[in-house]
Antibody
Framework: EVQLVESGGGLVKPGGSLRLSCAAS????????MNWVRQAPGKGLEWVSS????????YYADSVKGRFTISRDNAKNSLYLQMNSLRAEDTAVYYC????????????WGQGTMVTVSS | SSELTQDPAVSVALGQTVRITCQGD??????ASWYQQKPGQAPVLVIY???NRPSGIPDRFSGSSSGNTASLTITGAQAEDEADYYC??????????FGGGTKLTVL
């Protein structure tokens, strides 16, 4: 079964750090670009970051650039998001998503992991 | 940065046709993809590329594009189509972008 499973969410104080992980299974992870997308409570989807299959191309939303770092380990079939200098507005469900066709068409999504930034 | 604009809410009578639109300058150069999201669930890709449906998506869902506007059409809307719909694409710098979402109500 093709699957993405996020982990690492939780409650963190403003200014703190958190590292999210996304474990992929059921497909050749190293062949696909991957993304992080977040959704604040009651709000819409926000694209956060993308990384190409070989990590050659990495992009960030302006709202997280300089604070978040995306990475992947193709040997471990895993995607990561290191989040530093967290703010209240980073509170959201974070999804990892596969870009099946390099069209920013996300065909496989994880169940999401909740990140809450609060004192 | 590029933006994609969607109507916040649209309604359709059961069995009728509804079009949900997405506007943005980047759509003149790049295709939009469309997602359906029901409460408490992850989004599901329903349309990508010129007008492609992933496996398992009913053929009542279709996509089109003209100029800076992409459209998702549901022909013969069903009760189970009631959901939030999001478009997304990329901008010229390679960054992704989502529309604000459209809440579809099936009457």
């Amino acid at each position: 079964e093709v699957q993405l499973v996020e982990s690492g969410g939780g409650l963190v104080k403003p200014g703190g750090s958190l590292r999210l992980s996304c474990a992929a299974s059921g497909f050749t992870f190293s062949s696909y670009s991957m993304n992080w997308v977040r959704q604040a409570p009651g709000k819409g989807l926000e694209w956060v970051s993308s990384i190409s299959s070989s990590s050659s191309y990495i992009y960030y939303a302006d709202s997280v650039k300089g604070r978040f770092t995306i990475s992947r380990d193709n040997a471990k079939n895993s995607l990561y998001l290191q989040m530093n200098s967290l703010r209240a507005e980073d509170t959201a469900v974070y999804y990892c998503a596969r870009d099946a066709y390099d069209l920013y068409a996300f065909d496989i999504w994880g169940q999401g992991t909740m990140v809450t930034v609060s004192s | 940065s590029s933006e994609l604009t969607q109507d916040p809410a649209v309604s359709v009578a059961l069995g009728q046709t509804v079009r949900i639109t997405c506007q943005g300058d980047s759509l003149r150069s790049y295709y939009a993809s469309w997602y359906q999201q029901k409460p408490g669930q992850a989004p599901v890709l329903v349309i990508y590329g010129k007008n492609n449906r992933p496996s398992g998506i009913p053929d009542r869902f279709s996509g089109s594009s003209s100029g800076n506007t992409a459209s998702l059409t549901i022909t013969g809307a069903q009760a189970e189509d009631e959901a939030d719909y999001y478009c997304n694409s990329r901008d010229s710098s390679g960054k992704g972008v989502f529309g604000g979402g459209t809440k579809l109500t099936v009457l």
